[in-house]
């Protein structure tokens, strides 16, 4: 059985290093894992739009060449399809882009609020650690003069 002062250090110690995570910042860890999430599909979306850009400029080349060969009314159509085409999902890459960029400011943000949570959690642990340790500290000095008065007053009486 160990001693009354190794169990009450051993106490310290658990409340002290014990991770204990508050409501508020495991909703803010699903919060930044679920933008995470949005970040990188939207991400994914762009590159896919920059790669059919490129597809698309490609073919824009090619069928301006085969316009330039064959100048006829059905070429000419087919430039104008692809350039229109182009056009959207330039407007379209545009777009994601402004949202990859404010999602990614969304992440950041929320990275910085989880990891002051945290400190702010272990700033409280090692608040009530020093607490509990002085409030102990202090209710042993009362309890050794509660005891050295006892102590007095049964030599005291013994004389």
Known sequence: MTTDRTLMRDNLNIISTRSISTDELNKQRLQLQSTERKLKR?????????????ELRQDLAERRN????????????????????????VQQHQVLLSDYREQKLMVRDQRDLCRSLEKKEEARQKAVARFLKQWEREYDHE???????IRKRERLGKQ
Do not use: D
């Open 66 to 89: 085969l316009h330039k060969e064959q100048g006829t009314a059905q070429t000419k159509r087919a430039v104008a399809t692809v350039r229109k085409r182009l056009e959207v999902a």
């Open 42 to 54: 939207t991400q994914q979306r762009v590159v896919k739009v920059r790669e059919k850009i490129a």
């Open 143 to 149: 309890i050794r003069l509660k005891e050295k008065a």
